[in-house]
C-alpha cells in the first residue's frame, strides 16, 4: 500500500547523485564480471544464439527468424539489437555490452520508485540490486531477463506515479510498457489483467488507486503495442498469436517434469 508519510521528498540533487552512483555501480559490477569471469567473446550458449542471429540475419537481409523457426521468440530483444548492430556491426560482444548496460538501469529505477512512495524509509532496493550476484551473473549473458527485469522496474514506477498523479499520459504509457514487457518475456502477458483487477478491488479512497480513464488508457497503450506483432503473425502464421509460437511449450514445461518426452522434442 502507498505510504501516507507527508515528510519533504529527498533534495532533488541528493536524487540525481544516487541515481547516478547506483547507474556507475551496476555498470562497473556488471561490466567487471563480463570482463574479468564470462568474457565477451565466450561461446553463445543458451537462448543466446536466437536472438543474435534474429538481428544478425535482419541486417544481412534475411529477414526475421530463427533457424526454421519464425516466431518462437519474443521479438523484442533482438528488436533492440538491430540498430545497435547496424552501427558496430553484428558481434556478440556487443549484444552482451547491451545487456550490461541495460540491466543497470533497474538498480536506478527501483532507487527512484522508493523515494516516490516511501519517502523517509531507506531506499536500499536499488543497492541491494545492483550488487546482487545473480542479476550480476545474468547482465553478462545475450537474455531476455535482462531487458524484462528493466522493463518490469519501469512500468512498476509508472503504474505507481499515474495513479499518485492522476496523470492519465503515464497511464497510457504504462500500457505501452506492459506490451513491451510482454513481447520481452510472453509470460507477462496476462499482468496488466491482473494488475488492473486487484486496482478494482481496492477502496475508491484508496491512495494511488486507477480511476476508469486511466484503464481505459492503459489497455489502449497495451493493445496499440501489442498490435504491430500480432498482426505479422496473423499475416505469417495466420492465426491469432500475440506473442510467440512457443507458449504451448512453455505451458508444459513449467506445468510438467521437465524430462517428459513431449517437453523434451
Known sequence: ????????????????????????????????????????DAPLVGDEPGFHQIAAGCLAGEGWHDGPYYSTRAPL????????YALTGARPEVGRWTMVAISSWVAP??????????????????????????????????????????????????????????????????????????????????????????????????PGRWGGRSTVLALAGFALAMAPWTIRNAVVHHRFMPTTSYGGIMLSSTNATLGHPAVQS
Open 109 to 206: 529505477l527501483l532507487y527512484v520508485i522508493e523515494r516516490w512512495v516511501f519517502k523517509r524509509r531507506l531506499a536500499l532496493a536499488g543497492w541491494i540490486w545492483a550488487l546482487y550476484p545473480p542479476s550480476i551473473f545474468y547482465a553478462s549473458f545475450l537474455l531476455s531477463e535482462n531487458l524484462a527485469a528493466t522493463l518490469s522496474a519501469a512500468c512498476l514506477g509508472t503504474f505507481i506515479a499515474s495513479g499518485l498523479t492522476r496523470r492519465v499520459g503515464l497511464a497510457f504509457l504504462t500500457g505501452i510498457l506492459w506490451a513491451a514487457l510482454a513481447l520481452t518475456r510472453p509470460v507477462f502477458l496476462l499482468l496488466p489483467f491482473f494488475l488492473l483487477g486487484m486496482n478494482l478491488l481496492l477502496p475508491r479512497t484508496t
Open 1 to 40: 500500500m502507498v505510504s501516507q508519510d507527508n515528510a519533504p521528498d529527498v533534495h532533488p540533487a541528493i536524487r540525481l547523485r544516487t541515481v547516478l552512483l547506483l547507474l556507475g555501480l551496476s555498470l562497473l559490477t556488471r561490466g567487471a564480471y563480463l570482463l574479468a569471469v564470462r568474457g565477451p
Open 77 to 84: 530483444p533482438s528488436a533492440i539489437l538491430i540498430p545497435i
